[in-house]
């Protein structure tokens, strides 16, 4: 009984760091513009939401170190690099992003203030926490995630118990790759690399006398079990947008969507409690965002608790200055940097999860390498510069009109130096 207790508390733990408030907006709108397709989107938003950040997780538990061994075997130069690309993008996109959705959830629908106020007063507070590193949000934390899973059920639940399966028209060309493009913007894959570096630290703060292989099953039991849960919470709220497919207009936004089914389903008293739960999930998420990044940095500065307060600040300043934004000003902006950052995250997932034999630093480098080549276009494009007018320059990479020109060139590179390329 004991390991299981343990595996389902890292489970939930787990389940706590993925789903952030961030999550909640996107599904649903999925779900609303998919229509009868719905089914695929969830196909395509699970296994860049799910499946990919899952496994991040079971190549911690392989690893069995930190975010900078992801990429160690690159060079450590690069490891180095891809560590503060990767924290740099978390504390100028996702914490800022929490300030924007508290805002048009929790307080744009109650109170006529400023977003710039909103932000200015919340990443005062985050700064407030993060030096403080008070025991207050683990408390929430750990109260927080359970409530809001429980209204969420509620408001899936009575959506699929008391509409018909009745789907609109499909709003959107391409449903399965658009739910994996979309996926990338819960920055799930690349919190999987952050935050399995923390379960692994806890686990053996708590589990000392535990071996390598009793972790790693653990670790690898629980990343499924928390794998299951997002999945059902994702294909519930995408179904449930496609069942109010015809109940709202066509331009809403993600964060009116989710307030509007909310309020359809649980009512006007529901509807505040879910605002305030939602305002204090993205609270805990930029903390932990700010407070990772600043550990980071303060690591590679000789333990410098100036180099701490220092990235602090910073990151609550770029907090204010784009937590002003609305949301989906701030999704449209993390595109071109999701297009290059993710690829690379993804395929280092997968080879840190691949068996060691097809896993030789000479494999590490020739796939990296060609999934940053080849990510440059979708790069490019997203920023609209890699078009003319007779139509995309390159146009004739297979996968690129999805965006995912990387994935082919990746893989057969993958085979090419497996093959022949020898095991250095």
């Avoid at 949000?137 to 899936?156: A, F, M, Q």
């Avoid at 440059?376 to 139509?391: H, K, M, R, T, Y």
Wanted: net charge positive; hydrophobic share 55%.
């Amino acid at each position: 009984m004991g390991k299981q207790k343990d595996t389902f508390v890292t489970a939930f733990a787990l389940f706590s760091l993925f789903f952030g408030a961030g999550n909640l907006i996107l599904p649903p709108l999925l779900g609303f513009k998919s229509g009868g397709l719905w089914w695929l989107v969830t196909l395509g938003f699970c296994i860049s939401a799910v499946l990919i950040p899952i496994l991040g997780i079971l190549a911690h538990a392989k690893l069995q170190g930190t975010m900078f061994n992801f990429a160690e075997k690159i060079s450590p130069r690069f490891s180095l690099v891809y560590c503060f690309i990767v924290y740099a993008i978390s504390i100028s996109l996702p914490s800022p992003r929490t300030a924007s959705v508290t805002h048009e959830i929790a307080i744009q629908p109650f109170f006529n203030s400023s977003s710039l106020l909103t932000s200015a007063l919340y990443f005062g507070l985050v700064f407030v926490f993060v030096m403080n590193r008070s025991k207050i949000l683990n408390i929430i934390g750990k109260l927080l995630t359970p409530t809001i899973i429980l209204i969420l059920l509620s408001l899936i639940g009575i959506t699929l118990f008391s509409y018909d399966f009745d789907f609109g028209v499909a709003a959107i060309d391409s449903p399965f790759s658009n739910g994996i493009l979309e996926g990338y913007q819960t920055f799930d894959a690349i919190g999987a690399v952050v935050v399995g570096g923390v379960i692994i630290v806890s686990i053996n703060l708590k589990k000392v006398e535990a071996s390598y292989a009793e972790k790693k099953a653990m670790i690898a039991s629980a990343g499924w079990l928390a794998g299951l849960g997002l999945l059902l919470i994702y294909a519930g709220l995408i179904l449930t947008g496609a069942l109010h497919g015809t109940a709202f207009d066509v331009e809403i936004s993600r964060t009116g969507l989710l307030t509007g089914i909310s309020t359809k389903t649980l009512g006007n008293t529901a509807n505040l409690f879910l605002s305030l739960l939602v305002a204090l999930a993205c609270f805990t998420t930029a903390v932990g965002i700010v407070t990772g990044t600043a550990d980071f940095v303060k690591s590679r500065f000789k333990n410098s608790h100036k180099a701490y307060t220092v990235t602090a600040i910073v990151g609550c300043v770029l907090g204010v200055v784009m937590g002003q934004f609305k949301v989906g000003y701030i999704i449209a902006v993390a595109v071109p940097a999701l297009m290059f950052i993710y690829p690379v995250t993804i395929m280092l997932i997968l080879l840190n999860v691949a068996p060691e034999r097809y896993a030789s630093p000479l494999v590490f480098r020739a796939v990296i390498i060609t999934t940053i080549l080849f990510s440059v276009p979708d790069f490019l494009g997203s920023i609209g510069i890699a078009q003319n007018p007779e139509g995309e320059i390159f146009s004739w990479i297979p996968l690129s009109e999805f965006q995912m020109g990387w994935v082919l060139p990746a893989i057969v590179i993958f085979v090419l130096v497996n093959v022949f390329g020898g095991k250095k």
